[in-house]
């Protein structure tokens, strides 16, 4: 079964299972989907590989530019519909009603009693790490291109920016929710913490 939110009624849950220790510990650590997991990493990989390494394999820009383009292309279309409903349960899209209007909507998997469809604790990390860890080189990349007078990569840097952030803040709202539920969700994790903290300091103190 699949939650759906179309506007801004989604359940809070934490970005990275944090406060789920017990429930993390009965998931397998097995990965399910090897063949969804090699290409949720391998097209974004690649083109930062291309990027850095263009200029030594090759002199022609163009070349390179389609080839990086083509990549994160590649990229953003598995991530979106493959990847990530795969390996965590999760998938957004744009849709347009019959007035012309547009609709985001964002869905997770609701896991089941039985724990059987729960995605793996390997592909949950491997699908965030690769999903947070790439846009973030990118941004780098764009400072670099720009402080570097390297204008002719930019539009390419952006471009990674642009597709792999897409995907990340995406999938963000799939799993978090809206603003309003992502403000909740953190005040709700400080006040656990202050709250844990607050009984450990009672405990020493009546030991």
Same mark, same amino acid.
């Given at each position: 079964?699949? +939650?759906? !939110?179309?506007?801004d009624? $989604?359940?809070d849950? &934490?970005? /990275?299972d944090? !406060? !789920? !220790?017990?429930? +993390? ?16 990493? /391998?097209? +974004? ?9 263009? @200029? ?7 070349a ?10 590649? %990229?953003? =279309?598995?991530?979106?519909?493959v990847t990530?409903r ?9 849709q347009?009603? %019959? %007035?012309?209007?547009?609709?985001? $909507? /964002? @869905? ?12 793996? @604790?390997?592909? &949950?990390?491997?699908? =965030? ?7 973030? $080189?990118?941004?780098? /990349?764009?400072? &670099? ?7 002719? =990569? ?7 920016v ?10 963000? #709202?799939?799993?978090?929710?809206? #603003? ?7 005040? &709700? ?6 709250? #844990?903290?607050?009984?450990?300091k009672? %405990?020493?103190?009546?030991?």
């Open positions: 079964m699949l +939650r759906q !939110d179309s506007s009624d $989604i359940e849950v &934490s970005l /990275f944090a !406060d !789920d !220790d017990a429930s +993390r510990r009965s998931k397998k650590s097995k990965i399910r989907h090897p063949v969804a997991s090699f290409f949720h990493l /391998f097209f +974004r990989v690649s083109a930062i590989v291309v990027y850095l390494l263009c @200029e030594l394999l090759t002199s022609s820009f163009i390179c530019m389609v080839t990086i383009i083509l990549l994160l292309s590649c %990229d953003f =279309w598995a991530v979106k519909n990530g795969l390996m965590v349960g999760l998938r957004w899209w744009n347009v009603d %019959d %007035d012309g209007r547009s609709h985001w $909507i /964002f @869905e997770a998997r609701k896991v089941s009693t039985k724990g059987s469809k729960a995605s793996s @604790e390997a592909e &949950s990390r491997i699908f =965030w790490l690769g999903l947070i860890t790439c846009p973030m $080189i990118w941004v780098i /990349f764009a400072f &670099s291109a720009l402080f570097s007078f390297k204008v002719k =990569w930019l539009a390419v840097v952006v471009m990674g642009v597709l792999q952030g897409a995907n990340l803040y995406g999938y963000i #709202r799939c799993k978090v929710g809206s #603003r309003k539920n992502l403000t909740s969700m953190a005040t &709700s994790y400080l006040g656990k913490q202050f709250l #844990r903290q607050t009984v450990a009672e %405990d020493q103190t009546a030991s």
